[in-house]
């Protein structure tokens, strides 16, 4: 009564069949591990996972580099955009950047200055007094356009910064020395890059 039959003999060779609670009988396929086979694509990021862990110390040292150069390129990245969470002590802050913007947002005599001293040579060096003698009074008077244009860029960033910034007591400490020697560059040598075009009217709130 209790002995299995012949048929299920045969059918379970490896005396692998195995019943459950309600008397049915499940196959339990030998080598398995019960989990799902992982799929090839699975298997193939799971290689690629592995590959990329330095293991040798040289490869270490390699990953290191290649770390400190990844967040060198992206400090380097914020810092051209104007990015706060990478910015110098000297740059951070609604005021210096307010100064940022006016600088960039006037046209500068500054930039018209390696323009004219090639002028200057050339007629220098043309061999002709006369010539030479215009080109040393044209890049006097642009020494001098420039001197003035500071002079005028200082009370203009000091009374923009009274009548945006009138509750910050220290808006204006510091700021004339900091609007100037970003003005004595040219646009495209200034770090924060310029975000305003010349001549672009600037927000009147910038906290």
């Known amino acids: 009564m209790f002995r299995r039959s012949k ?10 069949l195995t019943a459950d609670a309600g008397g049915s009988s499940t196959t339990a396929t030998p080598g398995k591990k019960g989990r799902p086979t992982p ?5 193939e990021a799971a ?22 150069a990844d967040n060198s390129a992206r400090v380097r990245a914020g810092m051209k955009s104007g990015d706060e969470r990478f910015l110098l002590p000297r740059d951070k802050g609604p005021v210096r950047r307010f100064v940022r913007d006016f600088v960039d947002s006037r ?11 090639l002028v200057t040579m050339v007629l ?26 500071m002079v005028q ?5 000091r009374r923009e910064l009274g009548r945006r910034f009138p509750d910050d007591s220290t ?3 510091g700021t004339t020395w900091y609007a100037i020697s970003r003005a004595m560059q040219m646009k495209f040598m200034r770090m924060p890059k310029a975000q305003v075009k010349i001549g ?7 906290r």
């Not at 799929?39 to 298997?43: D, F, I, L, P």
């Not at 672009?200 to 910038?206: A, C, M, T, V």
């Open 7 to 16: 048929s299920d003999q045969a059918t379970d060779p490896a005396g692998t």
């Open 39 to 43: 799929t090839r694509k699975e298997a």
């Open 47 to 68: 290689a690629r996972a592995r590959a990329k862990v330095p293991r040798t110390r040289k490869e270490q040292a390699a990953a290191a580099r290649a770390a400190r």
């Open 107 to 117: 046209f500068s005599f500054i930039d018209v200055i390696i323009p004219v001293l």
């Open 124 to 149: 220098s060096y043309s061999g002709n007094p006369t010539l030479a003698g215009i080109g040393s009074t044209v890049l006097l008077l642009t020494v001098l356009l420039v001197v003035i244009d």
């Open 153 to 157: 860029l200082r009370f203009r960033v």
């Open 171 to 173: 808006a204006t400490k």
């Open 200 to 206: 672009q009217k600037l927000p009147e709130h910038y």
